[in-house]
């Protein structure tokens, strides 16, 4: 089987040679110090080729925009920060934290109090054609090489705290809803703009999300995230669905999200990511709503993988598919973007493991 036929079995849940796997940074983007590790172990070849990933990624052509229109609401820092790349596209500033990749987000509407002001924002431009020039031609190139393709249409409740900060989102679903359902449509829009793009383009995995919980549940009720979330995540997958019914809809969330998982499928999400498993059972997950979703992920990269003997990550591995695989429905990942603690011997081994487990039915 191709890449693309191996992801495109297993998301119908139907059998497949063996269970699909890349690194998550492969979709979303490589970590300075992982990129670093993989492109120096790798050489010549890129780490997808390396080690036979099945899902490589697309994204939207960089924006001309001139990043200044942003310093009245950067302080009094705004020049340094333009000058030195720190601010992106929607105008939060990144400034590097003082451990590897970590950053300090400093978010541009925090103290913005007046909500007419809140209004006279200046927005990206994800929804103008330009920025999805050539878009199709570059998907259709990877699935000829065999690929299946992912691309991340970005997130709504993540994004609208970048801009407003954490604290002050959740204080405005609260407090000042006009505020939060503002910023939560703008970002939304793009959201689905972007999906809608992607899917006519033929993108195989639309990718979404929102970190909406932590390792002990949800950081919101229930209430308020169908308030404010959901039906926005709805209109997101019937903007795909009506692009290309055949594209699959991908969300992420860390933390144990399990309450959200029957209204997750409500909506229309076909692949939950990342099962994370400090604080949730995957076995359990799949055995309940395996028939209705796939999972991607599922490999520990706070314990095993940047901590874990290569012995060790190999036993998770093959527990994960051996739990898992059965029945297609799975995409064998670490849960997250690995740690700059993880060896070179771990990844290996991670990859050593889901060659050798072929035969997992």
Same mark, same amino acid.
């Given at each position: 089987?191709?890449?693309?036929?191996r992801?495109?079995?297993a998301?119908?849940?139907?059998?497949?040679?063996?269970?699909?796997r890349?690194l998550?940074?492969?979709?979303i983007g490589?970590?300075?110090?992982?990129?670093?590790?993989l492109?120096?172990?790798c050489?010549?070849k890129?780490?997808?080729?390396?080690f036979d990933?099945?899902?490589?990624?697309?994204t939207?052509?960089?924006?001309?925009?001139?990043?200044?229109r942003?310093?009245?609401w950067l302080g009094?820092?705004a020049d340094a920060a333009l000058a030195?790349g720190?601010?992106?596209?929607w105008?939060?500033r990144?400034r590097?934290?003082d451990?590897?990749?970590?950053?300090?987000i400093e978010?541009?509407?925090?103290?913005?109090?007046?909500f007419a002001?809140?209004?006279?924002y200046?927005?990206?431009?994800?929804?103008?054609p330009?920025?999805?020039?050539?878009?199709?031609?570059?998907v259709?190139?990877?699935h000829?090489?065999?690929?299946?393709v992912?691309?991340?249409?970005?997130?709504?409740f993540?994004q609208?705290?970048?801009?407003?900060?954490?604290?002050q989102t959740?204080m405005?679903?609260?407090?000042a809803?006009k505020?939060?359902?503002?910023?939560f449509e703008?970002?939304a829009?793009?959201q689905?703009?972007?999906?809608?793009?992607?899917?006519?383009?033929g993108?195989d995995?639309?990718?979404t999300?929102d970190d909406?919980?932590?390792?002990?549940g949800?950081?919101?009720?229930?209430?308020?995230?169908r308030?404010f979330?959901?039906?926005r995540?709805?209109?997101?997958?019937?903007?795909?669905?009506?692009?290309?019914?055949?594209?699959f809809?991908?969300?992420?969330?860390?933390?144990?999200?399990?309450?959200? +998982?029957?209204?997750?499928?409500?909506? &229309?999400?076909? @692949? #939950?990511? $990342?099962?994370?498993?400090e604080?949730?059972?995957?076995?359990?997950?799949?055995?309940?709503?395996g028939n209705?979703?796939?999972?991607w992920?599922?490999?520990s990269?706070?314990r095993?993988?940047?901590?874990?003997?290569p012995a060790?990550?190999?036993a998770?591995?093959?527990?994960? +598919?051996?739990?898992?695989?059965?029945g &297609?429905?799975f @995409? #064998?990942? $670490?849960a997250?973007?690995?740690?700059?603690e993880t060896?070179?011997?771990?990844?290996?081994?991670?990859?050593?493991?889901?060659?050798?487990?072929r035969?997992?039915?």
């Open positions: 089987m191709t890449s693309r036929e992801v495109l079995a998301l119908a849940h139907r059998p497949s040679d063996r269970v699909p890349l998550y940074e492969e979709a490589y970590t300075p110090p992982i990129e670093r590790l492109r120096e172990q050489a010549p890129s780490p997808r080729d390396y990933m099945d899902i490589t990624s697309v939207f052509q960089t924006t001309t925009l001139p990043r200044e942003f310093a009245p009094a820092e030195t720190q601010v992106d596209e105008g939060v990144w590097a934290g451990f590897h990749h970590f950053a300090q978010s541009p509407l925090r103290r913005v109090e007046e002001r809140v209004l006279e200046p927005w990206p431009d994800l929804d103008q330009c920025r999805y020039a050539g878009l199709r031609t570059r259709e190139e990877l000829r090489q065999g690929f299946a992912a691309a991340y249409a970005g997130s709504v993540e609208s705290w970048y801009l407003r900060g954490l604290e959740m405005d679903m609260a407090t809803p505020v939060a359902h503002h910023l703008r970002t829009a793009f689905q703009h972007a999906a809608a793009e992607f899917a006519r383009a993108v995995i639309i990718m999300g909406i919980a932590g390792q002990k949800l950081l919101m009720r229930p209430e308020m995230w308030e979330l959901k039906w995540l709805a209109a997101t997958v019937r903007a795909v669905k009506e692009a290309n019914p055949a594209s809809v991908f969300y992420h969330s860390d933390g144990d999200i399990e309450p959200a +998982i029957p209204e997750l499928i409500e909506v &229309g999400i076909d @692949i #939950l990511n $990342p099962v994370q498993p604080c949730m059972d995957a076995a359990a997950i799949k055995q309940h709503y209705r979703l796939s999972f992920g599922t490999v990269v706070q095993t993988m940047p901590f874990g003997s060790e990550v190999r998770e591995v093959r527990a994960r +598919i051996r739990d898992m695989g059965c &297609g429905g @995409i #064998l990942a $670490p997250h973007v690995l740690g700059p060896p070179w011997e771990n990844v290996l081994a991670f990859f050593e493991a889901a060659d050798d487990l035969d997992y039915s």
